[in-house]
């Protein structure tokens, strides 16, 4: 049984289990005569659909793609598995949610893959939690934050970006105790077809009232919103110290902008989403300053980083963002499992399972008992117009029963 739960000392404490189990069937499906493997890519397409999908989400498509694309392309080149090539399944998914189970669906019976890597968001990353956990195949989402993901401790789901609920921590964690603000505003995405926003500020306005500082404000916007003004004169009436952002990039940086062209100077606070070009491009000049979640450093000095953003850089013409970064970490962790346990479902999953200290581009991977990345959480501020490590770092840490 759990002890009483801890106080809050700058950490999260939870109670996790030990690593989940399969308790099926310890085969799954096994074949040793096909002459390819397929691995499954599920995410947004690669280019814009009038009334299905922006150009922002489209953009997340083609990083997502191009990371596992490299990665399954890096592991053809040295040899495949056994001799066979590693081929990329990709299905493409916006819309409804009905299309994605649709997707999911022939990724799994009729495409026959032995593992999915998706999606970037938490809505279809469940679609394929379920999905997979049906039919036995493991899946791991590389950049959905969303918490409830691994909170039911589903053995065939495994994720490569810390959620949402660590994210916010970090931030209340250096906006109130580091940098010594007690008068904080939330601003978030509060849109029918999204929930990340909502999820995400619902995090952040639970650890801060924990911490003993509630929110002073909160407002919403919509994805596409062009007109922030009446979320500037809400800042302006209330008059917080800082603000957070927990919502999409372009209209993250839209209403920077607009807040900094009002005259406004609270300091500006986001989580990982903003951490890309996106939301420099939208702010412009007035990203300066604002300090987000870093998921991603292509400045560590590590040579398999360092060789991912020159191996990048060369095939697509543009450095890698953490799309690309997490989506190339999620397919090697794959091709190990593979390579490792063979072509077994129930083996893939088990060697997924017990990634720890797994080399990746976005630092050592090393999963818990239910299936998260634990990895201590950095900090960018923006300075002349790009992310530079603030130095400062956050770590979880889980207390057993």
């Known amino acids: 049984m759990a002890g009483p739960p801890l106080p809050y000392k ?44 922006t150009p922002q989400t489209a953009r997340m498509g083609l990083s997502l793609f191009r990371g596992a694309k490299l990665a399954l392309d890096e592991a053809n080149e040295e040899g495949g598995y056994k001799g066979r090539p590693f081929v990329l399944v990709h299905r493409q998914v916006d819309g409804p949610w009905g299309i994605a189970s649709r997707e999911m669906v022939r990724l799994v019976y009729e495409d026959e893959v032995w593992a999915v890597l998706g999606s970037v968001d938490g809505p279809n990353s469940h679609i394929a939690e379920q999905i997979c956990t049906k039919a036995w195949v493991p899946v791991v989402t590389p950049t959905a934050t969303d918490p409830s993901l691994t909170q039911v401790n589903d053995p065939w789901l495994f994720r490569c970006i810390p959620t949402d609920e660590d994210q916010a921590a970090a931030l209340a964690e250096y906006i109130f105790h580091v940098k010594g603000y007690t008068k904080v505003g939330g601003v978030f995405l509060d849109d029918d077809n999204e929930n990340y926003g909502r999820i995400g500020m619902g995090e952040f306005e639970r650890t801060a009232r924990r911490m003993g500082h509630p929110l002073t404000m909160k407002v919403g916007f919509r994805l596409g919103q062009k007109d922030f003004s009446d979320q500037v004169e809400l800042v302006t009436k209330d008059g917080p110290e800082a603000l957070v952002i927990w919502g999409t990039p372009e209209e993250s940086g839209r209403f920077v902008r607009e807040l900094r062209e009002a005259g ?32 991603y450093d292509p400045s560590r000095p590590d040579s398999l980083t360092q060789q991912f953003n020159r191996r990048f850089t060369e095939r697509y013409g543009e450095p890698p963002d953490f799309y690309a970064a997490y989506a190339y970490d999620g397919m090697r962790m794959i091709i190990y499992a593979i390579r490792k346990a063979g072509l077994n479902q129930g083996r893939i999953r088990d060697v997924l399972a017990g990634i720890r200290g797994f080399p990746g581009v976005t630092g050592p991977i090393t999963l818990d008992g239910s299936g998260n990345r634990v990895t201590p959480l950095k900090l960018a501020v923006v300075r002349g117009g790009r992310f530079v490590d603030t130095g400062w770092s956050w770590g979880r840490s889980h207390r057993r029963p």
């Open 10 to 53: 700058g950490q999260v404490y939870r109670s996790l289990p030990d690593t989940v189990r399969f308790p099926g069937p310890r085969k799954a499906r096994g074949d040793t005569s096909v002459r390819e493997v397929r691995v499954g890519l599920f995410g947004p397409s690669l280019k814009p659909k009038p009334g299905i999908s």
């Open 264 to 295: 406004l100077k609270q300091d500006v606070f986001g989580s990982s989403a903003l951490a890309v070009p996106t939301f420099l491009e939208a702010a412009g000049r007035w990203a300066e300053g604002v300090t987000v979640v870093y998921p």
